[in-house]
């Protein structure tokens, strides 16, 4: 069984920034695509950003140019890089791998 484990997470203030890191139990490479999601409190998940298989990476209209989404095959690991973070961007970050993989989520709160 594949696990992802994330971490990184925590408190920052308006403006600060944040590196979340998911690293597989195995080849992140076995997955067609790795990705994440947030859920805020009261709302659905909703996907932030992901990085296929061949490296092609995409992210949600609203942290475009904020979060960069990349990778490190050697480590099996997938990174969620978060710049000019504001408080919208409170949520519980999760990992996913194509398509059905899940990591525990990580608290990542945006507060002065």
């Known amino acids: 069984q594949v696990r992802l484990a994330e971490s990184g997470g925590g408190l920052v203030q308006p403006g600060g920034s944040l590196r979340l890191s998911c690293t597989a139990s195995?080849?992140?490479?076995?997955?067609?695509?790795m990705g994440w999601y947030r859920q805020a409190p009261g709302k659905y998940r909703e996907l932030v950003a992901t990085i296929t298989k061949t490296g092609n990476a995409s992210s949600r209209e609203t942290v475009k140019g904020r979060f960069f989404i990349s990778r490190d095959t050697a480590k099996n690991t997938v990174y969620l890089q978060m710049n000019n973070l504001e408080p919208e961007d409170t949520a519980v970050y999760f990992c996913?791998?194509?398509?059905?993989?899940w990591g525990q989520g990580i608290q990542v709160t945006v507060s002065s």
């Open positions: 996913w791998g194509a398509y059905d993989f």
């Open positions: 195995g080849s992140i490479l076995d997955f067609d695509a």
